[in-house]
T-cell receptor, first 119, second 115 residues
Framework: QQQVKQSPQSLIVQKGGISIINCAYE??????FPWYQQFPGKGPALLIA?????SEKKEGRFTISFNKSAKQFSLHIMDSQPGDSATYFC??????????????????FGKGTHLIIQP | DTGVSQDPRHKITKRGQNVTFRCDPI?????LYWYRQTLGQGPEFLTY????????KSRLLSDRFSAERPKGSFSTLEIQRTEQGDSAMYLC?????????????FGSGTQLSVL
């Protein structure tokens, strides 16, 4: 059962454009939603994260929009640059897991979006 | 470098052999995680330690997999009797106490190829 569904699988954006990646989740117990950026040959690196008590969080060119009622959240990359070309993963965490409550599966990742920014 | 380090970066083995990977977390982090990532997929949780205690194990972790963190510092992941389906990137991550923000720092992974 895939608990976090991510789309699109791949995305090509022109330099300076806006990149938008969407995720939907099923588990209403999730309470923390990070986005990770991964370059080839490297592990994922935390980019930005949001908690469900806010609808938007912005850090530089990166913005998370969160819709709790729809159980959806998205990453917007403004003024996309070639250096942003990477694979992006949305993720979610169930607080029961973080407290060692058992039965959960740690940080649950989407399948990833391969983003290419064309010069 | 004070990040998470993993060794080796690459491992090629024959089916049926045993392999062991090592992870050195960020020194002040008491939480350590192992994930597995296959091509085109997101990382999948395998197991989690808080200090030396292994608190969570995924259903993905078969009996052939064992992880240890004997002194609450570095960790090892051993796969016995490897199978071709074990070929993947094995990622280690660490974090400090959650405190409301689960910030995981990942290493660069060990790429395992089982022939």
């Amino acid at each position: 059962q895939q608990q976090v569904k991510q789309s699109p699988q791949s995305l090509i954006v022109q330099k300076g454009g806006i990149s938008i990646i969407n995720c939907a989740y099923e588990n209403t117990a999730f309470d923390y939603f990070p986005w990770y950026q991964q370059f080839p040959g490297k592990g994922p690196a935390l980019l930005i994260a949001i908690r469900p008590d806010v609808s938007e969080k912005k850090e530089g060119r990166f913005t998370i929009s969160f819709n709790k009622s729809a159980k959806q959240f998205s990453l917007h990359i403004m003024d996309s640059q070639p250096g942003d070309s990477a694979t992006y993963f949305c993720a979610a965490i169930d607080p029961a897991w973080a407290d060692g409550g058992g039965g959960a599966d740690g940080l649950t990742f989407g399948k990833g979006t391969h983003l290419i920014i064309q010069p | 470098d004070t990040g998470v380090s993993q060794d080796p970066r690459h491992k090629i083995t024959k089916r049926g052999q045993n392999v062991t990977f090592r992870c050195d977390p960020i020194s002040e982090h008491n939480r350590l995680y192992w994930y597995r990532q296959t091509l085109g997929q997101g990382p999948e949780f395998l197991t989690y330690f808080q200090n030396e205690a292994q608190l969570e194990k995924s259903r993905l972790l078969s009996d052939r997999f064992s992880a240890e963190r004997p002194k609450g510092s570095f960790s090892t992941l051993e796969i016995q009797r490897t199978e071709q389906g074990d070929s993947a990137m094995y990622l280690c991550a660490s974090s400090a106490d959650r405190g409301g923000n689960e910030k995981l720092f990942f290493g660069s992974g060990t790429q395992l190829s089982v022939l």
